[in-house]
């Protein structure tokens, strides 16, 4: 076995090793590149109510990005009602009382700072990058438009994959739609949810804390590093190994 | 110096030293006693908006809890106008818009769970308790309906003291209500401000997650102990040294 070893540069040099493209990109998008969780988290606060169901701001913010089933389960848990369950029309109409709570609310919604201006750089500089999104499409085509992004760039949502996050289905599309591997992208999000799938993918994830998760949530979920926006990434692309020049 | 010491368990005994009283708790209100924080959050959203500023609705849940004018010093760093002021009547009217949006939904906000049973728990087992908040009298005094609390039980607001937190003025003044030594009473609360301001009025501070803030944050700012929600605190009242029964 050993003699197979390399010995000596030559032979270093002379191994062959597949040489990975430049890393791309796959973002989430609420609380990644619109400021829309908080939205989301009182429009979901609005439908539990509707259907008798009280429950804390905060808890429902945690959960915010998790696909509804499992929303809906963890939602039991929190009433303390784990034994129940809520049957496929109970969580179709939540998600239709939530869609009519929310749906008003989207033209106030804005991009994050740096949202626009990051994934411009990014085109320019020939980096790919996709979109991966438990969202459903209806939601998600609008903030294209804001974002300044082409109607028709990469984007999965929730209507094209199996299951959501933290299931790692939406990054493996979000990298497969750029004929990526998932181990060479990075995958930016905003919730401990984002960066479970990110791991599950085989992807690296980098938090951002403008979807409101505090910077030691992201970090123990194993974001890599965590920045404020998408601003902020930007000005530190450096730190993520990307050689673009801005 | 040293034959002044105690030497035997019978000099121990005989020393004398202050006992202090049961410990007293000090309340912060939204967020910790009721689930007001993201209404105020978008309210504080819209307002800044209705003067042309667009600021991330995250950078805004970081700074509630705080004085208005620190609120508004955090606001122009984040839009890097560090260089520039408010004026007075800005603030002003800023809080007033504030007001206006946020005075529509008062009706919508609840108490948090085990808030009611816990501040009922005291009081039966004849531990002192008041409500110190940077909010304003107007707001608050709907709050104590909704606590199904005395409307004359000891509460201090913004209109009562010089400054607000992080300032300790109104956690001080919550224990000088009950007639208590600072240093005997547990703050509890849900933000790094009340945190920062238990700390600067020489109480303990104890942090409830229900106000948004991740855990370590509330631990970093020397927070004792941090719980869910009230309900939670009630049920751990032991962990704080609280003898009384239930």
Redesign the interface.
């Given at each position: 076995m050993e003699e197979n070893y390399a010995k000596t540069e030559e032979d270093v040099m002379s191994r062959t090793f597949p040489t990975p493209d430049q890393a791309a990109f796959v973002f989430d998008l609420d609380g990644t590149l619109v400021?829309s969780?908080?939205?989301h988290?009182?429009s979901w606060q609005e439908a539990l109510r509707d259907v008798g169901i009280?429950l804390?701001?905060?808890r429902i913010?945690r959960k915010i990005g998790m696909s509804g089933g499992l929303f809906m389960q963890g939602v039991l848990r929190e009433l303390r009602e784990a034994g129940r369950e809520f049957t496929d029309q109970e969580v179709e109409q939540l998600h239709n009382l939530h869609a009519s709570h929310y749906l008003p609310r989207v033209p106030e919604i804005?991009p994050?700072?740096g949202a626009r201006e990051l994934l411009a750089h990014l085109s320019e500089a020939g980096i790919p990058w996709s979109i991966a999104t438990s969202g459903r499409r209806v939601g998600a085509a609008p903030m294209l438009e804001k974002l300044e992004v082409d109607p028709q760039h990469p984007m999965v949502t929730r209507d094209e994959v199996k299951r959501a996050k933290p299931d790692p289905d939406l990054f493996l599309a979000g990298a497969a739609v750029l004929d990526m591997a998932p181990s060479n992208c990075i995958v930016v999000g905003d919730s401990i949810w984002d960066m479970l799938a990110a791991r599950r993918a085989g992807a690296l994830g980098v938090g951002l804390?403008?979807?409101?998760?505090?910077?030691?949530?992201l970090e123990?979920a194993h974001a890599f590093r965590v920045y404020a926006?998408p601003w902020d990434l930007l000005s530190h692309l450096d730190e993520l190994g990307i050689r673009a020049e801005r």
């Open positions: 400021d969780v908080y939205q988290v009182i009280e804390s701001v905060w913010h804005q994050l700072p804390l403008s979807g409101g998760y505090g910077e030691n949530e123990r926006d």
